[in-house]
């Protein structure tokens, strides 16, 4: 199994709800990551989990909440957030942290704030 | 972070070969080069990566240059299905060097 899973795939939420997304890996990464892709435009990082302890935060704001349960999952709530939050949610996994890691990539949670 | 430049795009016609340069004349020496795809409509896609030496795979090739300022993504004959971004990226060994940090990437065409 290569698969990255995310969940929702399309996710329409107000400025006033919270809600989570979901990534789930079984290939055994003890790393894994979340991006966030706006239209035409390439990923952006926004946080880095290793061994289940965020390990980067790329300044993201405190609307966007990550959690890793376990080695397996990965989620980010997100509770009242902007119309400019609208985007493509991408999750990654890689076996390791270092540079001879390849990141394998979810198909992405595409979210719309009203 | 290190920085990687390329075109930003590209034509190809099918069944034809194709050379994606980049130059990253910044690299540091744990610096390991990545090359990911991303179709229309999906999440990126693992191409291949190097350090210093060649590399082949089922997908495409790696060419390092011997001073390891550039690189070029050989797509050995191009078909429809290649019509994507590819991104060219530095991933060092460590800490925040570690990051997988995209640039604009190359819009690869692909025509009959």
């Known amino acids: 199994d290569t698969e990255v899973t995310q969940t929702p795939k399309h996710l329409v939420m107000g400025m006033t709800n919270k809600k989570s997304l979901k990534c789930e890996q079984h290939?055994?990464?003890?790393?894994m990551y979340w991006y966030k892709q706006k239209a035409k435009k390439p990923p952006e990082l926004m946080f880095v989990?290793?061994?289940?302890?965020?390990?980067i935060n790329e300044s993201v704001p405190s609307r966007f909440s990550p959690e890793c349960p376990n080695s397996s999952l990965l989620n980010l709530h997100l509770h009242a957030l902007q119309p400019e939050d609208s985007a493509l949610y991408l999750c990654?996994?890689?076996?390791?942290?270092?540079?001879?890691?390849?990141?394998?990539f979810g198909e992405g949670s595409r979210l719309t704030v009203l | 972070d290190a920085k990687t430049t390329q075109p930003n795009s590209m034509e190809s016609n099918e069944e034809e070969p194709v050379h994606l340069p980049c130059n990253h004349s910044?690299?540091?020496?744990?610096?390991?080069i990545h090359w990911y795809r991303q179709l229309p409509s999906q999440g990126p896609e693992y191409v291949i990566h190097?350090?210093?030496s060649n590399v082949n795979n089922r997908m495409a090739s790696l060419a390092i240059a011997e001073d390891r300022k550039s690189s070029t993504l050989i797509l050995h004959r191009a078909t429809l299905r290649d019509a994507a971004v590819y991104y060219c990226?530095?991933?060092?060994?460590?800490?925040?060097?570690?990051?997988?940090?995209f640039g604009t990437g190359t819009r690869l065409q692909v025509t009959l």
């Open positions: 990654a996994s890689s076996s390791q942290r270092g540079g001879d890691g390849e990141l394998f």
């Open positions: 290939m055994g990464h003890r790393a």
């Open positions: 989990y290793s061994y289940e302890k965020l390990s």
């Open positions: 910044t690299i540091s020496g744990t610096d390991y």
């Open positions: 190097g350090l210093t």
């Open positions: 990226i530095l991933r060092g060994n460590t800490g925040t060097a570690s990051k997988l940090t």
